[in-house]
T-cell receptor
Framework: DAKTTQPNSMESNEEEPVHLPCNHS???????IHWYRQLPSQGPEYVIH???SNVNNRMASLAIAEDRKSSTLILHRATLRDAAVYYC?????????FGKGTRLSVIA | DTAVSQTPKYLVTQMGNDKSIKCEQN?????MYWYKQDSKKFLKIMFS???????INETVPNRFSPKSPDKAHLNLHINSLELGDSAVYFC?????????????FGSGTRLTVV
């Protein structure tokens, strides 16, 4: 699977939107962009995924650049419960490969 | 009902012992996985399995073996446990192995080898 680049950490104030960036310049045409998060002492949790078009679900929105070389996970109103490590992963037909992710801190 | 359940949640055992971790999914998924998260928090794929194919990460010692009695279960057997096997092990499942399907993870089994 192609590699992604994410900031090591980000900080947000509670109830403000958060934009988590991910670069994936070597993405192939069949790779999906997946986002997972891992809250402290829990297993990874699926957040959202997409291929070319922007996606919305109850947890977040995924904005995908037109050239697909980058994407942004958007949490519309951060809560303390959103403090976690967020992983951006390119997914083809092989298992998910996790990188280091972005550690998001939410300040009350 | 928990979608992907693992037992036990905690496992403390001595070096040299043989142990098993069980995983069950009630999602009707075709593919299951085992991941290991070490003390540095890196998540690494160990195995993926569907009813046709087992794919083993080449870095996994052969002391580790997955066993699938049916599509809903993928258990992890570990022989001759070593201190370095201490980690959190996560089971996961997906509808199939293709890119368009998300994974559901279990809550993990914390293995401590003493």
């Amino acid at each position: 699977d192609a590699k992604t680049t994410q900031p090591n950490s980000m900080e947000s104030n509670e109830e403000e939107p958060v934009h988590l960036p991910c670069n994936h310049s070597t993405i192939s045409g069949t790779d999906y962009i997946h986002w997972y998060r891992q809250l402290p002492s829990q297993g990874p949790e699926y957040v959202i995924h997409g291929l070319t078009s922007n996606v919305n679900n109850r947890m977040a929105s995924l904005a995908i650049a037109e050239d697909r070389k980058s994407s942004t996970l958007i949490l519309h109103r951060a809560t303390l419960r959103d403090a976690a490590v967020y992983y951006c992963i390119l997914k083809g037909n092989t298992p998910l490969v996790f990188g280091k992710g972005t550690r998001l801190s939410v300040i009350a | 009902d928990t979608a992907v359940s693992q037992t036990p949640k905690y496992l403390v055992t001595q070096m040299g012992n043989d142990k098993s971790i069980k995983c069950e999914q009630n999602l009707g998924h075709d593919t299951m996985y085992w991941y290991k998260q070490d003390s540095k928090k890196f998540l690494k794929i160990m195995f993926s399995y569907n009813n046709k194919e087992l794919i083993i990460n080449e870095t996994v010692p052969n002391r580790f073996s997955p066993k699938s009695p049916d599509k809903a279960h993928l258990n992890l057997h570990i022989n001759s446990l070593e201190l370095g096997d201490s980690a959190v092990y996560f089971c996961a499942s997906s509808r199939d192995g293709r890119g368009g399907y998300g994974y559901t993870f279990g809550s993990g089994t914390r293995l401590t080898v003493v």
